[in-house]
């Protein structure tokens, strides 16, 4: 052990070296920034794994501004006392003399804003709404020395060490707080030391700039009927049943231009992993058993399901995807297996309990027995508390990122896996492929604390952000006041940090169709699941195609990662599962579906080419019950995105930040007229359930 913390500390010396500005600056370290500590007032218990999760051990953690006590001889825990208020500091991990730092935060976040105004050679401005008192500034992740930040009464300066020059890209965080408030802090990417201000220098691999598309294997395209394999059973209804769709299909869509059209740069692809052979579950009305073309039974967890195709496949499909600047995430089954699998039939103790104490089966207990509770009697819950069953199932997920040029994986069920299991995974990872670009994503429903839990640098990156997606529904479905959507995303912003790659989702294949809901096809509570088997969904009133563009607008401005769940790009209808998984369809759209295509296309481009939506900071400039208008700004340059949820036009009015220029040119991307009142108050006509992006002019 001690030799590897030498050779990673060198390593980070190599990397790194010393500031030629600063010479006090300590090495770079790894490259991906790491997740700060958010602290509460009072003593924290933190593991050095989930900062740096290379590290089992540490020769100290210090502080200049925080206590920090050692909970175990080798740093491998300790505690952090934390001040109550706002703060911003830093802890620093400390092995062969070199140490690599973790911004520490405490108090909540609060309506202060700061952004970045500009740079002027190798200083970044920042502007903040009030006068900060402290703030904290690093460069990859180390804290430059407080003679590189200056602090004025409407701002601060940070100075760019002359290390970056050589680093070609890095990052630069800045970290700020008032007397009584704590700042959005700011992620600003760097090229040889400079600000990215073109998105076009940004790759596949700078992670606040994907778009990630989801698809499922068997139902969006078929490349190879040779692999056709329906059970065909007369207790197996075709909509359960295997339709044809495999990795040579998604090639191919590849290889024509299908995704580049529409902006994307990460695939989600369903799990690959080979799944039974015969039928399993059971509904009753009508009756039906179910075969496992969605991928989540797996049996052999590291074999490819010849349904989809073949290893070789699998291989040309990643190929394909990187000569086409696209990642592609693996979604990973981790909670269960099927009872057919190898493993539980050489290991059947490897599973919770079926049954309860008090004689209950338990199924599907999501909250009560979080952590054991069985999806179904045929896919029995691992128990992975346990070290014999948690290390071999993380190998059998290192096994694809080892054998595959996957760039991370969409991982299933993570609130009902114990948090050892990703510790595992992620410093397995972490140490096996320091040099990959791997990134997760995980599904998570439940609180932003609980969701929360699991985004930490040494388990995994991000969660789809289902508290914002199940608010936004609610205001376009229940007629809420979309007051409660802004708040639900400060509180996004507030636990998961300004530059989250947190997923926002237009839906998913757990999820019914959201046309369908907001064009009034399907009832906000009715069972959806019965509905898809009962009657045919279409869309209802067309109000629908404009409520999904307005949340696909909304998921394209905000912080985090858009996601599109296939055919929501042009409005695929639909009950929930498995109504929600029809065929992919490529063409014979219908003339509303075309143009909502179009506009998804639009978005995304925006998205895309604009560094204040991909990196700036945001605040709210005018809320009302219907009217939600917000801004997002970077190197001194706005984005102001205005959304009208109301069921009529709307005449949307704000106050623009005192340091926007009102003589600077801007435009409107989507249609809508805007002008500037005499007292200055920016004006956009927005029709109902409708949305302006204005950017401004080079």
Not at 181 to 190: Q, S, T
């Amino acid at each position: 052990m001690k030799r590897f913390v030498f050779l990673l500390a060198a390593a980070a010396l190599a990397c790194g070296c010393r500031s030629r500005v600063f010479p006090d600056l300590p090495a770079a370290g790894n490259a991906q920034p790491v997740v700060p500590a958010l602290l509460q007032a009072g003593e924290n218990r933190l593991l050095l794994t989930d900062y740096f999760p290379q590290w089992e051990q540490a020769d100290s953690v210090t502080s200049a501004a925080l206590e920090v006590v050692p909970a175990a001889d080798d740093w491998s825990e300790f505690v952090v006392t934390a001040p109550e208020g706002p703060f911003v500091a830093t802890f620093e991990a400390w092995t062969g003399g070199r140490s690599l730092s973790v911004a520490a935060l405490g108090g909540p976040r609060s309506e202060a804003w700061a952004f970045s105004e500009g740079c002027d050679g190798r200083k970044v401005f920042v502007k903040t709404s009030q006068k900060p008192r402290k703030a904290v500034a690093l460069w990859q992740n180390c804290r430059l020395p407080d003679k590189a930040v200056t602090l004025s009464d409407d701002g601060l300066t940070v100075r760019i060490p002359a290390d970056a020059r050589a680093a070609g890209r890095s990052w630069l965080r800045i970290f700020a707080a008032a007397d009584d408030a704590r700042f959005n802090d700011l992620l600003i990417p760097l090229a040889d030391g400079r600000p990215v201000t073109d998105a076009a220098q940004l790759t596949r691999h700078d992670k606040q700039a994907q778009v990630l598309y989801s698809l499922m294997i068997d139902r969006f395209e078929n490349g190879d009927p040779s692999n056709d394999a329906p059970l065909r059973r007369p207790d197996v209804l075709p909509q359960v049943d295997y339709q044809g769709g495999d990795l040579r299909g998604i090639v191919q869509r590849i290889e024509a231009g299908f995704f580049d059209s529409l902006g994307v740069t990460t695939l989600w692809i369903s799990p690959v992993t080979q799944n039974p052979r015969d039928a399993w579950g059971l509904n009753k009305e009508p009756f039906t058993r179910f075969s496992g073309y969605h991928g989540y039974w797996p049996i052999h967890t590291t074999r490819v399901d010849d349904r989809f195709g073949t290893s070789d496949d699998l291989h040309a499909l990643l190929a394909v995807a990187h000569a086409h600047g696209m990642n592609v995430i693996l979604d990973y089954v981790a909670n269960h297996l099927h009872i057919h699998s190898p493993v539980l039939q050489a290991h059947p103790d490897w599973v919770t309990p079926l049954y309860l104490p008090d004689g209950r089966k338990n199924l599907e207990l999501w909250d009560d027995e979080r952590l054991t509770t069985w999806f179904d009697e045929h896919i029995p819950t691992l128990d992975l508390e346990r070290p014999e069953v948690c290390g071999p199932m993380t190998d059998s997920a290192l096994y694809w990122v080892a054998e595959y040029d996957l760039d991370g994986f969409r991982h299933d069920a993570c609130k009902h896996i114990p948090e050892n299991y990703w510790r595992m995974l992620t410093r397995k990872m972490k140490q096996r492929f320091p040099d990959r670009d791997l990134w997760q994503i995980g599904e998570t429903y439940g609180s932003p604390e609980l969701i929360g839990s699991y985004v930490r640098s040494g388990m995994i990156d991000a969660q789809f952000d289902f508290n914002v997606y199940h608010t936004a529904l609610d205001v376009f479905t229940r007629g809420r006041s979309v007051r409660h959507l802004a708040a639900v995303a400060e509180q996004s912003l507030a636990a998961y940090g300004a530059h989250h790659t947190m997923g926002n989702i237009t839906g998913n294949h757990d999820k019914a169709r959201l046309i369908s809901l907001a064009g009034g096809a399907l009832s906000p509570d009715e069972d959806h699941k019965a509905a898809g088997w009962t009657r045919e969904v279409g869309v209802g009133d067309s109000i629908g195609y404009r409520k999904l563009a307005l949340i696909q607008a909304l998921n394209c401005t905000l912080p985090g990662v858009p996601c599109i769940y296939q055919g929501d790009e042009y409005g695929e209808p639909g009950a929930n599962d498995p109504d929600n998984r029809r065929m992919m369809r490529f063409d014979g759209y219908s003339p509303r579906e075309q143009a909502q295509r179009e506009l998804t296309r639009a978005l995304v481009g925006l998205r895309r080419t604009s560094m204040p939506l991909l990196y700036g900071d945001m605040t709210t400039l005018a809320l009302t019950d219907e009217v939600w208008i917000f801004a997002r700004a970077y190197m001194g340059e706005f984005v102001i995105v205005a959304l009208n949820t109301g069921d009529r036009p709307q005449q949307a009015e704000c106050i623009l930040p005192a340091c926007f220029d009102e003589n600077r040119k801007l435009k409107a991307n989507f249609g809508a007229a805007f002008g500037f009142r005499p007292d200055g108050r920016l004006c956009v006509e927005l029709p109902a359930a409708g949305f302006e992006i204005l950017t401004e002019t080079k």
